[in-house]
């Protein structure tokens, strides 16, 4: 099991970005395959985007494709999701994750394929 440690989020107005990073504890073996998910009140937890070990391998849901990249830097045992024209429907608390993958060019976008996960941080876009 490895701690992943988030920050950033925060509220913001409709159109603004932010940028989430969510840093490992400790050292993670390649391949170790990352994502974000997100939880609205009232809704199921989401995915939101993921991205392989390498970094060249990305997925994302069809609500933020073209809005959100997501990002890693492996030196730093960091994953980041840069979020760009925030909208109210936005709003929720997101949570990375992770997990060891066979392949470096693997990555996942079920909940249940990640071992690992942030403490969650809450991202409230204002209309």
């Known amino acids: 099991q490895v701690q992943l440690v988030q920050s950033g989020g925060g509220l913001v107005q409709v159109g603004d970005s932010l940028r989430l990073s969510c840093l490992a504890s400790?050292?993670?073996?390649?391949?170790?395959?990352m994502g974000w998910f997100r939880q609205a009140p009232g809704k199921k937890r989401e995915f939101v985007a993921s991205?392989?070990?390498?970094?060249?391998?990305?997925g994302y849901a069809a609500s933020v494709k073209g809005r959100f990249t997501i990002s890693r830097d492996n030196a730093k045992n960091t994953v980041f999701l840069q979020m760009n024209s925030l909208r109210p429907e936005d709003t929720a608390v997101y949570y990375c994750?992770?997990?060891?993958?066979?392949?470096?060019?693997?990555?996942?976008?079920?909940?249940?394929?990640?071992?690992?996960w942030g403490q969650g941080t809450q991202v409230t876009v204002s209309s």
């Open positions: 994750a992770g997990r060891q993958a066979p392949r470096n060019n693997d990555y996942y976008i079920e909940l249940a394929s990640y071992n690992d």
């Open positions: 400790e050292r993670t073996f390649s391949p170790y395959a």
């Open positions: 991205v392989s070990w390498t970094g060249s391998n990305t």
